[in-house]
């Protein structure tokens, strides 16, 4: 079993900083690529960021700029640090990993419970 379990979120005024981080755990063997992806009331569920496990990025437009993705591998961790905040921000975000779990599978894709940011105007 694998889990992702997502820190940080909140309620913050427009302007404001906050930053996520979702750690994995449980059998990984290795984790290809972690990520945030976000989903507002009404919409579809949207990419914001992912970084592989090589430290290529990934980033929506709408928050190049402004959003910060990084990652600790040792930790086995992700970051958000969300800056310049919107109203339009305002969302569940989702934790997102492609793990294996041994060295003969595929990447599964593994989702965290999500974590709510609302940005206040």
């Known amino acids: 079993q694998v889990q992702l379990v997502e820190s940080g979120g909140g309620l913050v005024q427009a302007g404001g900083s906050l930053r996520l981080s979702c750690a994995a755990s449980?059998?990984?063997?290795?984790?290809?690529?972690m990520g945030w992806y976000r989903q507002a009331p009404g919409k579809q569920r949207e990419l914001v960021a992912r970084i592989s496990s090589g430290g290529g990025i990934n980033i929506a437009d709408s928050v190049k700029g402004r959003f910060t993705i990084s990652r600790d591998n040792t930790k086995k961790t992700v970051y958000l640090q969300m800056n310049s905040l919107k109203s339009e921000d305002t969302a569940v975000y989702y934790c997102?990993?492609?793990?294996?779990?041994?060295?003969?599978?595929?990447?599964?894709?593994?989702w965290g419970k999500g974590t709510l940011v609302t940005v206040s105007s």
């Open positions: 449980g059998s990984i063997f290795s984790i290809i690529a």
């Open positions: 997102n990993a492609a793990i294996t779990t041994t060295p003969i599978t595929t990447g599964t894709d593994y």
